[in-house]
């Protein structure tokens, strides 16, 4: 971490956001004067608060080295984290494609889309009970119960293990017992703390997207605090769950011919900066089924370990988001990731380090 | 709601697309045929679910004409609402000021802090038990029952009705018995809808603040979720609560310097489109002491109802977000803004409709 | 064009607007009257300013469907533009890579740097003379018949075309002598009228990027400015430059970890919209080389018809950008890049009508 | 400026990077060493490009200090510039106020709106002859030489000094003669350097917009550009021209209601980082005359030191932007901006450094 005091800051005022980093954190500092000072602070600054040091006065800045999402930072973990669930696995040098219905609107829509799904190809399965929208006067999904009894049923009758999200904390328990593979967490309740709090108590894989006003920082910052395991006075209440996969889903943009603005340089930048597994969801990122196939082959190009995207038996029967979901044209669509992702497997992602990760 | 259908599409599909909105909604339909057909629908369209309509084949783009947050808008409740707190009044013609420190830290500094705030001459007193961080390292307030206990403690001290944060939807019984008298919906917490449904099930008023990545239409569509007392069926399972307070507070942007975006042009834009109180946050909107005076003026100027602003005893010692707070000048600051609120008194607000709201 | 009238607008206004559009464009409308009036538009509506519709008294909205960047627009040129430059074909189902420094810095560097790329595979190498600064005190290029001698002979010693950027519009001349083949817009000049205004006069090939506050409308509208061939007062002074390729570069984003946010899904929907060849630059969109393959890979497979990228022989020496040029590296990124666009030749590309182009 | 060595990089690679700073720029450094290297450069850093930096091995990240925009900085130059137009100043404590109409369409509405602009207070005359505008099909303005002659009249019959944009910068002659007092630089001309650096070498004052793809830095370096009167290759070519003033107008947001996002908390942010005079424009950045209004009076309290509006004798039958257009409202209008800015006199601006300016 560094420190800009501002111009005109007294040796005084320096000395106080020295003693305060030795005080608060035990940590040392050295300094550079010139027309202001700089003080660099020695050794691991992850902890630091930095909203409790750019208050103290004369402090003009702070920069922040040590990266704060320690444990989801491939500074601490150089190695890719590899993932997995019923003997799929996700991340490294594997391919794994989600796919299935936006949401469970009945049983007959729910099983065809699934083995519609299995047949295309996919490795894991979409069964989405609850549905978190912008409006109260959007579907919202299925009964809970209801929801989750067709869920299971999806998974019995294909085998694949199953994805569903998670939006109400207090339907964990149900969830886990209706034998959900994998809970994945939406844009609307990425920065939910009590979600996540609940989210690292447990042992089964999350799927993390960030929200649509998150940046990488926020993004990373919510995978640490699944896998940190502390709770709000900060102590390790567990040991945290590792299991986090990233999904990126885009950003809200000032263009407004596309749903989301969708970075594809953020793919390779998240697989240097952490050691997560990461897929992109095409779907809900361009919303739109004419751009899906052409997205998903760009993110598994710039290096994404797979796709989660919308696949409907009926896309203009959908009751949610059926604007994006692809048909028949699934398989093919994954044929092609899988034959971009395989030519491309010697290349490797840049870590930063010396050597890339993967590429041998 | 006017649907554009695109380029090529059938007569068949014109036909399905207003058989639907017949079918689901109820509504009719008219068309104007030139080189691509355009279907209006006639009635209100506000509970249709744009996105059932747009996967129909052969349509390229709904656009909605009524508003989507019926309960939030001005279209549907010409008349400012004005919430009454324990004899403070916000909306309407009534300038009102909330303050006090970001979040409660300890028994003393939360007096102190709250003992300056009333002398500044602030009406609503900050009493922040919880506090939402993205990162699990930071400070996320003092254990619950004792920070609301200190809570209670400022409200008796000061006898001033106070706003706290609720961010764990579970905690809500214990704010309530803790006479907390406004609840606040911070940021992160915007869009998680069983936080909404919860709140809509009580009467207490609500500071209802937008995510950072949040425009106009999902703020307000998040107030009509606290409003409407819709359950995940869409039916009526309460009145709803209609005791929201807005508060503006800046949104993401590319612009480095400043910590969010706060569009000036909102105040007077959300004032025209709903007849809800609107308050501005100019100390987490602009991050920076130093541009918090100016900010409120501004926002005041611009038509806010209100502001709610950090103030702390001490400012360099607090434990979250002491950058952003004001010390001994808020009186100052507070004195002024009721000045400019005088002056434009008389001035009105656009509604968009023949007259102007409270200009008379 | 669909116009939108306000609540309460009157029986005149709405006459008012469709009697304007008669007497300023020889169009006829028809209404559809529900709670508010409808008025559409029948015919091609590209030439409406829509700024003249929208300000008569009682217009709350004017929603555009006929796209104003009329030349540029697939709706009325459906099949794929492919521009010739001296036997290099862009577009259609070419693949056509550009490369070589971000500026030229002397003579050996040039022609070092020129030679590296054309042994790595470029069809069209980079002699930048002139760039275009955000700061007075960056480098801004040689002397400008120092820097098109040099742009001369990497020509000449390559055999390769090539591109340069024209800032100032009084070099234009110049730059034809020199034997410049392509000139390229940039981000800095993209909407820069008269610059467009001389280029639409001439016959040489323009690589057109656009700004970083420019969505893809203000785009393809600076493409249609140059090949329209009309003067300020809407005359037909020329045939207008219809040789005009678009190269995506990304825009201004929140994120701070990514240069600029390139969509991924611009490709395909850009692609859907015109039928100009379109090109990107990962070199200037990421500015980090680390990210440049990866992003690179990424627009192939999304369906760019190629890349336009630095490469440098030295590029810790290069006195512009160097931290984005890749070195000799090229050529492997290049035969990736073939080998992308071969597999995915039968794919085609989505064209919003009955049958996507090139995909047979 | 402070460069933050990448975790591996050797101290040979921090050694060049300290050799190229002396060799280069004649400037020293010294080093902290913790996990990482951090170098900070002593002394005035304005002139290094930190481009030339970033790219040298081993380099993570270089993190400026001392700002660019050296010229346009109160770092530099403490005191607030007040430009002087024909007596009326511009800056410092003065309020002042620029109105007209948007464009001229032909010399009754310009007089007409002229004279109406001089009635409701304004001290600054728009005269603008030329539009630039986003699609070939808009309109563009009347032929130079006539719209020059309206602007005289315009001037000779209020007698007030006038404002008009130079987008064509071979036209600066013509305007110099015309009798144009101050020439405007619009938001999509604030990057074309040719342009500046003609600006550079007169001394009429400059109205200088920032692009609405530009972030602060951008735009004051923008302004250097125009103050510094470098050519090239960085040689002084002339004294450069201090009469800038700078207009702030909004940038691109992703909030559809709004047409550009006018973050009220720049207007004390770059008074605090500027000695310039700061207007802002509330018709172009709202883009709708329902809410110039309200954001005019945010402006003036938030500390601009005046506006820069659109007055129309007859807004409906404007050619140009005629929805943003005040009419007889304006001097109203002006009456409450001075009231607010009377009222606020005595509370100055931060300036970042121990004492406010023009608080006293």
């Not at 000072?37 to 930095?50: F, M, Q, R, S």
């Not at 989801?72 to 991340?91: C, L």
């Not at 006075?233 to 989301?260: A, D, M």
């Not at 739109?288 to 796709?307: C, K, P, Q, S, W």
């Amino acid at each position: 971490m560094i420190i800009h005091m501002a111009e005109g800051a007294t040796p005084d005022q320096t000395q106080r956001v020295i003693d305060r980093i030795a005080r608060d954190y035990g940590l040392r500092c050295e300094t550079i004067v010139s027309d202001t000072t700089i003080i660099g602070v020695k050794g691991i600054a992850a902890v630091i608060d930095e909203g409790r040091i750019t208050e103290l006065p004369g402090v003009e800045r702070v920069i922040r080295i040590t990266v704060k999402y320690k444990d989801a930072s491939r500074a601490f973990h150089h190695e890719d984290t590899v993932v997995n669930v019923n003997g799929v696995k996700i991340g490294g040098e594997n391919l794994t494609i989600f796919g299935g219905p936006c949401a469970i609107e009945s049983e007959q829509q729910a099983l065809d889309s699934a083995r519609m799904s299995k047949a295309a190809g996919i490795n894991v399965l979409r069964a989405f009970v609850d549905k978190s929208r912008t409006s109260p006067y959007d579907y919202r999904g299925l009964e809970l119960s209801k929801g989750l009894e067709i869920a299971a049923a999806m998974k019995a009758d294909t085998g694949l293990p199953i994805v569903s999200e998670l939006i109400d904390l207090r339907h964990l328990d149900a969830f886990l017992k209706a034998g959900i593979d994998i809970i994945q967490v939406g844009a609307r309740s990425a920065q939910y703390s009590p979600l996540l709090e609940e989210l690292s108590r447990v042992d089964v894989p999350i799927v993390f997207k960030h929200g649509f006003g998150n940046d990488m920082n926020e993004w990373l910052s919510g995978a640490a605090y699944i896998m940190s395991g502390l709770d709000r006075e900060g102590r390790s209440v567990s040991h945290g769950n590792r299991n986090v996969i990233l999904c990126y889903r885009g950003i809200k943009s000032f263009e407004p011919e596309t749903r989301f603005g969708a970075d594809i340089a953020m793919i390779p930048l998240v697989r240097m900066k952490s050691h997560l597994p990461l897929i992109a969801d095409p779907s809900h990122s361009s919303g739109d089924r004419r751009l899906v196939e052409r997205v998903a082959y760009g993110f598994i190009a710039a290096g994404a370990h797979g796709i989660e995207f919308d696949i409907h038996s009926n896309p203009a029967e959908a009751l949610c988001d059926g604007k994006q979901a692809v048909g028949a044209e699934a398989g093919r669509i994954i044929a092609n990731m899988k034959a971009i992702h395989s030519m491309l497997a010697g290349v490797g992602i840049e870590t930063g380090a010396s050597t890339p990760v993967a590429a041998r």
